[in-house]
T-cell receptor
Framework: DQQVKQNSPSLSVQEGRISILNCDYT??????FLWYKKYPAEGPTFLIS?????DKNEDGRFTVFLNKSAKHLSLHIVPSQPGDSAVYFCAASTQGYQKVTFGIGTKLQVIP | ETGVTQTPRHLVMGMTNKKSLKCEQH?????MYWYKQSAKKPLELMFVYNFKEQTENNSVPSRFSPECPNSSHLFLHLHTLQPEDSALYLC??????????FGPGTRLTVL
């Protein structure tokens, strides 16, 4: 029973365009959400997070949107660059707890 | 060394072997974690240590035995594993409840 779902296993985007990665969650107790990026042969690296008291958080080219009523979040990358090609993991937790639940990941390929 | 390091990067072992995975964090964090990532499955949290004390055991079989001698080092002792235990084992650290920093992982194959 996956509590964090990333239904798109892969995504291809042209360089310079927008990449949108989606994530759904089922556990209404989750109130803190994170995105991690993973290159081959490396561990995941933290990218951006959002608390449930917000509906948007922006950091440079990366923006995360949260729709609590739909239990949905998305990561927007604008403009996409070839170096963004990686696997992106959506993750969720309940603030105050260290147990983080991860999605299965979406492999993004940015085509030059 | 910087960040979180893990050794070995690759390990092949038989079902009767005993081996250990090592993790070291150079970030001054007080919490360390073991995760397992099997093929086509999400990362699964195995263990959490805070200030060297185990605070989370996510129903992990006893053939996996963690050890945390200090806040910078974490081991995962392996014995009598099964082929289905073959996976990528990732170590992470954090400062309390903040975001976790991951090591590169150990790719384990059990024959």
């Amino acid at each position: 029973d996956q509590q964090v779902k990333q239904n798109s296993p892969s995504l291809s985007v042209q360089e310079g365009r927008i990449s949108i990665l989606n994530c759904d969650y089922t556990n209404s107790m989750f109130d803190y959400f994170l995105w991690y990026k993973k290159y081959p042969a490396e561990g995941p690296t933290f990218l951006i997070s959002i608390s449930s008291i917000k509906d948007k958080n922006e950091d440079g080219r990366f923006t995360v949107f949260l729709n609590k009523s739909a239990k949905h979040l998305s990561l927007h990358i604008v403009p996409s660059q070839p170096g963004d090609s990686a696997v992106y993991f959506c993750a969720a937790s309940t603030q105050g707890y260290q147990k983080v639940t991860f999605g299965i990941g979406t492999k993004l390929q940015v085509i030059p | 060394e910087t960040g979180v390091t893990q050794t070995p990067r690759h390990l092949v072992m038989g079902m009767t072997n005993k081996k250990s995975l090592k993790c070291e964090q150079h970030l001054g964090h007080n919490a360390m974690y073991w995760y397992k990532q099997s093929a086509k499955k999400p990362l699964e949290l195995m263990f959490v240590y805070n200030f060297k004390e185990q605070t989370e055991n996510n129903s992990v079989p006893s053939r996996f035995s963690p050890e945390c001698p200090n806040s910078s080092h974490l081991f995962l002792h392996l014995h009598t594993l099964q082929p289905e235990d073959s996976a990528l084992y990732l170590c992470a650290s954090s400062e309390g409840l903040n975001e976790q920093f991951f090591g590169p992982g150990t790719r384990l194959t059990v024959l």
